[in-house]
């Protein structure tokens, strides 16, 4: 073999591996956590039916399937205890489960979503992170399920997770993993050494809520932004140190939706809280958050947008459910549904397309247009609620039910 041909073996090599890296889906809404991909394969024509490849009883939770080097790890429960099960995505071949004793005790307001975690882990660096619906942080090597490290935070704190337990999806950020730990009276937002769990940073501001935390850049600094408990927060990625926050509370601190970066610009919601935009800027080493718009009609409760090709979609717990898209830099509503769609729908999308998955148990796949709701398909995935996220991968498309996972192909 020439040196030539080696060289540009090697190359391709790398190159298919960045491919790859740049398709998986390995955090909650995906790698940047903004629900957006161009890895789906979408078919040429929609068939009327999926074909299910593969399906799996994994147990119950409402936490999404991630995707890591052709590897699918679902986080659920089967009785008492938590499991994190690997899956070739493909095959739908077990690799590896590994279970942990996770008695958890459910709030009787929450006793309709059960007692399976709802947090969705985090993939890299051949780790996986998971934080249980009882406030259990654990890291476990990709390839054999081997525990790397586990915390308990219910000695640290008032309570090991808030009321209607953890739903906060870990965060992987170069070599930390950053979690809202605690309960409701104490609780921080932390960054963990990937490798061994030790703490790096802490803001102990305000307990955790159920939103995830998304990272911005504004004014070339980065932050961490997050709904907390009683605010929206963001935090200096490097140290933890609070830059700027706004007061937001919800009825029955219920501050549930993933923040929406967008250009300088945060969005956010919460049930019956107008859909709003903040200015992101900092001026003589202060910075702030400055009210932009809102817009009164579209109120988010559970479910979170995606900003793709310029407009944010989304769906308001208005009239039952009805799926909506804003100009993004103005408020303006520019087109909802007449409602009744579902009491939540879980939003990706995919160049021209949006795919939601409902509490009706469909996939619904749409075009992406700013001037209606254009339907392609709805297709019958599930015969219980989905709460979870779709995860694409390939020409398919993971989806996790009440209590299975399944691999569908169109």
């Known amino acids: 073999m020439s040196r030539f041909v080696a060289v540009a073996l090697l190359f391709v090599a790398a190159l298919t591996g960045a491919v790859r890296a740049q398709q998986d889906w390995t955090q909650w809404r995906g790698a940047g956590r903004t629900g957006v991909t161009d890895a789906f394969s979408a078919p040429a024509a929609w ?16 936490s999404s399937p991630v ?5 699918a790890f679902v986080l659920s429960r089967t009785g008492e205890e938590e499991a994190l099960t690997a899956f070739d995505v493909q095959s739908g071949k077990q690799i ?18 059960g007692k399976g975690p709802k947090s969705t882990p985090a993939a890299g660096g051949g780790r996986v992170f998971t934080l249980g619906i009882g406030g259990v942080l654990s890291a476990f090597d990709a390839a054999t399920g081997k525990v790397l490290w586990r915390k308990l935070f219910d000695k640290e704190f008032d309570a090991a997770s ?3 337990g953890v739903a906060m999806s870990p965060l992987i950020l170069d070599d930390v993993v950053i979690a809202h730990v605690g309960g409701n009276k104490s609780g921080a937002l932390s960054a963990f050494d990937a490798a061994s769990g030790a703490v790096r940073w802490q803001w102990k501001g305000d307990g955790p809520a159920y939103a995830s935390p998304v990272i911005g850049t504004f004014a070339g600094t980065r932050q961490i932004v997050t709904q907390s408990r009683s605010h929206l927060v963001g935090l200096s990625a490097a140290d933890g140190r609070m830059l700027w926050r706004l007061p937001f509370t919800t009825s029955y601190d219920q501050n549930i939706v993933t923040p929406i970066v967008f250009e300088e610009t945060v969005i956010y919601s919460g049930i019956d809280q107008p859909l709003s935009a903040a200015r992101i800027a900092v001026a003589n080493g202060q910075w702030s958050a400055r009210p932009l718009w809102r817009a009164e009609s579209v109120p988010m409760y559970m479910s979170t ?24 830099k103005s408020g303006k509503v520019l087109w909802t549904t007449r409602g009744r769609e579902a009491e939540n729908a879980a939003l990706i999308a995919s160049r021209d397309l949006l795919i939601a998955t ?3 148990g469909e996939l619904v796949v749409a075009r992406r247009d700013p001037a209606k709701f254009d ?10 609620p989905v709460w979870a996220h779709p995860v694409p991968a390939g020409r398919g498309i993971l989806i996790k039910d009440a209590d299975k996972v399944a691999y569908w192909v169109f």
């Open 305 to 328: 947008g995606v900003v793709s090709g310029g407009y944010l979609f989304g769906l308001t717990h208005r009239n039952k459910g009805q799926f909506f898209c804003v100009d993004p």
């Open 162 to 164: 808030p009321d209607f």
């Open 375 to 384: 339907v392609i398909k709805r297709y019958t995935i599930a015969d219980s």
């Open 96 to 113: 590896w489960q590994q279970k942990y004793r996770a008695p958890y005790q459910v709030n009787p307001a929450a006793e309709s979503h």
């Open 47 to 62: 068939p009327d039916k999926p074909r299910k490849v593969w399906e799996a009883a994994v147990g119950a939770g409402h």
């Open 358 to 360: 409902t509490t009706e």
């Open 67 to 71: 995707v890591a080097a052709g590897r």
